[in-house]
Antibody
C-alpha cells in the first residue's frame, strides 16, 4: 500500500525558511515524478513544484520560483521542499503527491498534508 | 499557463440525484484528471486521462470530454459523495494547474 507521510510544517517567520519532508513507501520511489501541492485556508488546490524520478529535473509555479527548492533522495525514498523567503501567502497545507509513471504532473496518490503557517 | 474554470461553484443536490460538473480550459489540454477532496483528508484521484476511472472508484463516477471541455458525472449521489471536486490538467508543459473546485452539497 502506498503511503506518503509529510513532516516539517509549523510556524515560519516572514522572510524565514522551513524544510518539508515526505517519506514514501509502498512503491518504487525512483520510478515516479513527485510533486508538492498546497491549499491555502479557504482556497482551492495549487500545484507548487514537480521533480522527475529519473534525471531530477524540476519545475515550479511562478508564485514560488526562486524561493522554493524541490529535491529528492531516492536512496531514502524521501521528497523535500526547501522553502525560503517565506511570505504570509505561503500559509497553507502542503501535500506530497505521487505522479503516474506514464505521464507526469497528475497525482495518483496524495499525502494527508502538513500545515505551514507564516506569521510574525 | 492554462487556466481551468469549473462550474458551477456549488451544486446543491439530494442523495440519489445526478450531478454534472464542468471544467473548461483556456486552451487545449493534453490530459485531465478529477479529484475528490473532503475536509481534513487527502484528496483522492477519481478520473485520469479525462475518462478512465482510477482503481477502486465506483462506476457511478464517469468522466468525458476532450480539448477544452470536460465533464464529471456522478450518476446517483451517495451520502459519501458530498465533497469538493477539482479538475487538473497535466502531461504537457508545467504548471499543472487545477480548477477552483466545485462543492457538491446536500440540498
Amino acid at each position: 500500500e502506498t503511503q506518503l507521510l509529510e513532516s516539517g510544517g509549523g510556524l515560519g517567520q516572514p522572510g524565514g525558511s522551513l524544510r518539508l519532508s515526505c517519506a514514501a513507501s509502498g512503491f518504487t520511489f525512483s520510478s515516479h515524478a513527485m510533486s508538492w501541492v498546497r491549499q491555502a485556508p479557504g482556497q482551492g488546490l495549487e500545484w507548487v513544484s514537480l521533480i522527475s524520478g529519473s534525471d531530477g529535473s524540476t519545475n515550479y509555479a511562478d508564485s514560488v520560483k526562486g524561493r522554493f527548492i524541490i529535491s529528492r533522495d531516492n536512496s531514502k525514498n524521501t521528497l523535500y521542499l526547501q522553502m525560503n523567503s517565506l511570505r504570509a501567502e505561503d500559509t497553507a497545507v502542503y501535500h506530497c503527491a505521487q505522479s503516474g509513471v506514464r505521464v507526469v504532473g497528475g497525482v495518483i496518490n496524495w499525502g494527508q498534508g502538513t500545515l505551514v503557517t507564516v506569521s510574525s | 499557463e492554462i487556466v481551468l474554470t469549473q462550474s458551477p461553484a456549488t451544486l446543491s443536490l439530494s442523495p440519489g440525484e445526478r450531478a454534472t460538473l464542468s471544467c473548461g480550459a483556456s486552451q487545449s489540454v493534453s490530459y485531465l484528471a478529477w479529484y475528490q477532496h473532503k475536509p481534513g483528508l487527502a484528496p483522492r484521484l477519481l478520473i485520469y486521462d479525462a475518462s478512465s476511472r482510477a482503481t477502486g472508484i465506483p462506476d457511478r463516477f464517469s468522466g468525458s470530454g476532450s480539448g477544452t471541455d470536460f465533464t464529471l458525472t456522478i450518476s446517483r449521489l451517495e451520502p459519501e459523495d458530498f465533497a469538493v471536486y477539482y479538475c487538473q490538467q497535466y502531461g504537457g508543459s508545467p504548471p499543472y494547474t487545477f480548477g477552483q473546485g466545485t462543492k457538491v452539497e446536500i440540498k
